[in-house]
Every structure is written in structure tokens, then in C-alpha cells.
């Protein structure tokens, strides 16, 4: 990989994977894209970023030739609670972003990297440690769409070779860039507000199992990913990966070992509820281990002392 673009960079995973991409390959070899500027932001001031919607597709051919890339990163997706509320819209943005970008890896013959998530699994998927090979009849937006994408992503690899490489990814927490419209963001909103309030009152359900994942080795898995021998890989779109699987109290109580006075009540969002319920309480990440050599570096305790730390660092 020589020449990167990534779509929305300036989303949850885009914004720190480009400055881990920006260190390790150069920042003039990153080209950080995303639907609109924001003045100021350290990936707009420093280094190649370009405004792109993903949705139109001569934009798409015109930056990847302008800056000759030999990868795409395809981020920039709407995640499941926005598209449960806007269905057509996410279908529009995220296949049709994922098709205009898969053209122009085609065309150019560049590498190409899209997340899945576990939102590709649904009710009839084995709950527990699910598969990497299993059913998938997700009942959401979301979901219809990540399943159509591995397809898509596994088509053009067939039919013409193009070197497409996928991760489902578990709920992703990080303290730079706050996620937006996901149902696993309970799990970021949580950290914020123990800082400054001591309290935090969770949309989502006590019981209520999701893999997560710390944004460092979400990073490093794509990077890691993108950078494996092909020869290696009996997969492509999409591998599962997590690093741990908790539910709202696990990792309240995990907070409390650092704010002991904090406390968590619930105010259930019966969309969100829903779309969770829908999902695996754990994956089995075995295939990216087996093929790549995929590693968690963070646990819940490790993640946890991490984030406060950094977001006390933040002024949060
Ligand atoms: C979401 N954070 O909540 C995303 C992710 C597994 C969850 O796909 O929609």
C-alpha cells in the first residue's frame, strides 16, 4: 500500500486510523476524504484531505486518479440507529457509496478495505461465540446492508480479482472522535458522562451482551489485515474480530473501580433495545487469529483505565 484514500476520515475509526496510517506510511500517501471540511480539524490542517460524498461516483474516480491511490479504506457508512430511522437513505449512502468506490478499485486496480460488523448476524444466527462461517438473516437496515456489502466485496474479488479485504467489527470505543447513530455508542456516552456527571442513564439494557472492541486494535486489525499475505487468507468479507463482550453493568461496575461513587440507572430505547437483541452476545474470532494472526491488545480493565485517563487528559 503505498497511496491510501480513506472515505469518511473524520468519522469514529476514520479519524484515528488516519493518523496511525499518516505515521507509518507517510503523510503525503494518505488521502483523507470525508463529506464535508470541518476548518481547524488536525486531519484538514495537516497532511492531503479532499471533501468527497461517497454517493457521487465521478468524484470518487476523480480523487482516486488525481491522486493516483492503489488502496481505498471505505469508511464512510451510516451506522445502525440512523439507518434504522432513515432505511432508504442508508441504503442509498451505504451501497451506493460501497459500489461507486468498489468501481473505482476495479478501474484502478487498487486494494480495497470496507468494515462489516456483527450487525451482519441477526435472531437466528448462533447467539453465543458465532461463527465466522453461520446464517446471517439480519433484521435491519444496517445489517441488509453489511451482509449485501461482504457479498458485493466477495463478488468483485471472484469475478474481478480485485483484492478486497473486510473485518466485522464489535462496538467500537474510542475518546477522540464520538461515534454517531450507533447502538453500541452507549458504551463511549457512558465513559463521558461518569467523568462529569458521576452518573449515566444507559439506553440499552442490563443483560444485554455486545462484543466491543478499543479503537487502538480496531486500527491496528485493518492495518494488520491490509497488510497480510493473500496467499494466507481462506477469507476475505469479512472476518469477525472482538476483544471482549460485556453488557451495561459489566462495565459499570468495571468504571466503578476508578469512580466508586458512580452510579447507572436505564431508560431503555426500545429501537436500540431491539436492534441489540438482534445481535450476537459474542463472535468467535478464531478464522482472523488462524489467518492473520489477529490480537486484542486491550481487555475491558486495560480499555477502561485507558479511556478515563485520556479523556481526563482531554479536560472532559
Ligand atoms: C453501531 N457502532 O452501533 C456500530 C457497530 C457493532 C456496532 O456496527 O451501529
Known sequence: ?????????LGQIGTEL????????GIDNIIATNRSRREGHELVENGIFEELDV?????????????NVDTIIHMAALLSATAENNPLMAWNINMGGLINTLEVAREMNCKFFTPSSIGAFGPSSPKDKTPQDTIQRPTTMYGVNKVAGELLCD?????????????????????????????TDYAVHIFYDAIKHKKYTSYINKGTFMDMMYMPDAVNSIIDLMEADPAKLKHRNAFNVTAMSFDPEGIASEIRKHIPEFTMDYNVDPMRQAIADSWPNSIDPTAAREEWGFKADYDLSKMTIDMLEKLKEKGI
Request: proline share 3%.
Open 1 to 9: 500500500m503505498k497511496k491510501i484514500l480513506v472515505t469518511g476520515a
Open 18 to 25: 488516519v493518523v496511525k496510517m499518516r505515521d507509518i506510511y
Open 55 to 67: 454517493v457521487d461516483a465521478n468524484k470518487v474516480h476523480e480523487l482516486c486518479k488525481k491522486h
Open 155 to 183: 463478488y468483485y474479488f471472484h469475478k474481478f480479482g480485485v483484492d478486497t479485504r473486510g473485518l466485522r467489527f464489535p462496538g467500537l470505543i474510542s475518546y477522540t472522535q464520538a461515534p454517531g447513530g450507533g447502538t
